[in-house]
């Protein structure tokens, strides 16, 4: 299948819309009246500017009202079709887009339809052109796909063809499988959104929320197969309604678009891709330090447990460890966390995975349209591959290092000490901090990239307003990945985008066995912890029916607690550091959820640590 792209889709000027999707790799736009009517280029000279740049205008969209009016309507119709056509011819493109009629005034009846789209057909023979219908999923008589595909058969035109799209068809939950039945030749071309789940007006539904494949929760990829099946294999273009993309980068929303439709088109089997990484783990985690947090964050390190155990051999880099956790403190004054560090502040820069196969891996994120990077390397180092994360961090991609054992060794002078532990095991989680454009943007980079699930969303409440939060993971939940957003200019994840300059890793969660003997020792280490009102406790003693010495044990460490259906969890909290990141420390007893009955408590505790300490702002 050829893939093209509404220019309703992305935001900016015609000029903006025709670079970037011809710069994301697509074949084909279909061109939007609106932006065909803003532009100051003549409709020739547009056709000319689209083959420069090496793409073909599938359609020209939408022709509304229609079919079914009454007189002299009707009339007016047909001259304004006849216009449309030449303008058509000018353009350089073969079809127009049909939708069903939503007029007050129109009227219905199958056959009445019928004859006015053969009618139609006829006008549109004499220029050459072809009419696609479309049964919009709120027209006022054909909503259905099943009523629109009767009117085109009756009809009876070889230019009327028609249009499926996914949206309108399974935003209203109608059944898949009579697709399979429609002849492939009088398709016209099939356009495709996704959408999350929501119990709204399907008007207000379509025209703010759709989203790309895999972004949302439409079963698209069910409705691709039943497509599919009925041998069409021509034009499968983006149709998506949304502010979000509207306001962000043509180029960035464009790549994005793509990568959906080459994940999908893996799903249908129609191309081939190296297989989605399997993940083993967290690697590491970076963090790029200037000279006036350094001491501090080593401070905070070693108070969590964690003790040096090797410093790079040509770098300012050191490796800290415990358990199965690697933090990499870079505090060099050039290179790319250097960088980072001017832009962000003391942030974490780059995260690393432990994948089955780090070059297939690669290999796959250079076909899903991924920013990859490279640095220098020294003699006899490592160079880990690399792509660009969310804020402009890297994800480095790692082989097994306990089939390698090469990692480490390779790049870093072993250096050791005694004592320091603290009970950590390995990271439980991370959680960053983003807008909501960039939650789809990278749920769909994980989830095509790497044999991620994802979890449904929660809603969050912070003090100053809700956070959206989803989770993306592996299947064995060695690596969970919270994406956390706000509407909101106040709440804690958007003060930390705010401070932070940007997207990024908001904070690290860190598992124990033993929460209770992990917090004596930070607490005994002089780690600060998030106080937790006792109003709190008392709630938890009665709601839950727990034991009044544990409920006790907890209030006196700060300690949170949850439980389902399966297991129980622990959690606490430090402070923020450098109004950047914290850390959480974790113990799940047979449960796998993330506490989110605690993060208003959590995040309510936060806010008040700027009214208690000067120079705090989250």
């Known amino acids: 299948m050829r893939t093209s792209i509404a220019t309703v889709s992305l935001g900016g000027s015609l000029v903006d819309k025709l670079s970037a999707i011809s710069a994301a790799g697509f074949q084909g736009i279909e061109i939007f009246e609106v932006d065909l009517l803003s532009c100051d280029m003549s409709p020739l000279e547009i056709g000319q500017l689209v083959r420069d740049l090496g793409l073909e205008i599938v359609a020209f969209q939408p022709f509304r009202d229609f079919e079914g009016m009454p007189e002299p309507q009707r009339g007016r119709n047909f001259e304004r079709a006849r216009r449309k056509f030449q303008l058509m011819n000018e353009l350089g493109t073969e079809n127009i887009l049909v939708c069903s009629n939503i007029s007050p005034v129109s009227l219905g009846g199958i056959d009445r339809a019928a004859n006015d789209l053969r009618e139609l057909g006829d006008l549109a023979e004499s220029f050459g052109v072809n009419v696609g219908y479309e049964a919009l999923a709120w027209g006022k008589y054909i909503w259905d796909y099943r009523d629109a595909w009767e009117v085109v058969k009756r009809a009876g035109h070889p230019r009327v063809g028609i249009i499926l799209d996914s949206f309108h068809m399974l935003s209203r939950g109608l059944p898949i499988e009579p697709v399979r039945s429609i002849p492939a030749d009088r398709i016209t071309f099939v356009q495709i959104a996704d959408a999350p789940k929501l119990d709204m007006d399907l008007l207000k539904w379509s025209r703010f929320f759709r989203n790309f494949p895999g972004q949302g929760d439409l079963p698209v990829l069910d409705f691709m197969r039943a497509v599919s099946d009925t041998g069409y294999d021509g034009w499968l273009s983006l149709e998506i309604f949304n502010d979000q993309f509207r306001t962000g980068l043509p180029r960035q929303i464009a790549r994005d678009g793509n990568r959906s439709l080459i994940w999908m088109m893996e799903g249908m089997g129609k191309r081939r891709l190296p297989p989605p990484a399997a993940c083993k783990g967290f690697e590491f985690l970076e963090f790029s330090v200037d000279d006036e947090n350094a001491k501090p964050l ?14 790079h051999k040509s770098k300012d880099v050191v490796r800290w460890c415990q358990g199965d956790i690697n933090l990499v403190v870079n505090t060099e004054n050039d290179g790319f966390a250097h960088s980072y560090q001017l832009v962000h502040g003391t942030s974490v820069c780059a995260l690393g995975l432990r994948l089955d196969d780090a070059q297939a891996a690669m290999a796959r994120a250079g076909e899903l349209l991924a920013d990859t990077f490279h640095q220098t390397v020294g003699p006899g180092e490592l160079e880990i591959p690399a792509v660009r994360g969310p804020g402009g961090s890297l994800i480095y991609f790692t082989d097994d290092s306990r089939k390698s054992g090469m990692l480490w060794e390779a790049d870093f002078e072993a250096t050791s000490e005694e004592g320091g532990g603290a009970g950590l095991t390995r990271i439980d989680h991370i959680a960053m901090a983003m807008t909501r454009e960039e939650i789809l943007r990278w749920r769909l980079f994980y989830l095509s990239q790497f044999d991620f699930e994802k979890t449904p969303q929660t809603d969050i409440a912070d003090p100053s307003g809700i956070i959206e939060s989803q989770v993306v993971q592996s299947p064995d939940r060695s690596v969970r990945i919270c994406l956390n957003a706000s509407d909101s200019t106040h709440t804690m994840a958007s003060r930390f985008m705010t401070e932070y300059f940007g997207t990024g890793i908001q904070h690290i969660a860190f598992a124990t066995d ?74 799940r007893c047979d449960y796998d959820g993330f506490g989110a009955a605690n993060a208003p408590i959590r995040l309510a505790a936060q806010s008040l640590v700027p009214h208690k300490r000067e120079g705090y702002s989250l």
């Open 298 to 311: 080593t401070a905070l390190l070693r108070g969590l447990g964690f003790q040096p155990a090797g410093t």
């Open 514 to 587: 033993d929460i209770f003997a992990t917090v004596e020792t930070l607490r005994a280490n002089g780690v600060v912890l998030l106080h937790i009102p006792q109003n709190y406790y008392d709630d938890l003693e009665a709601r839950l029916g727990l034991a009044s010495d544990l409920i006790g044990r907890m209030q006196d460490l700060n300690i949170l607690y949850d439980q389902d259906e399966t297991g129980a969890y622990y959690q606490v909290y430090t402070d923020v550091f450098a109004d950047r990141f914290f850390f959480e420390v974790v113990q």
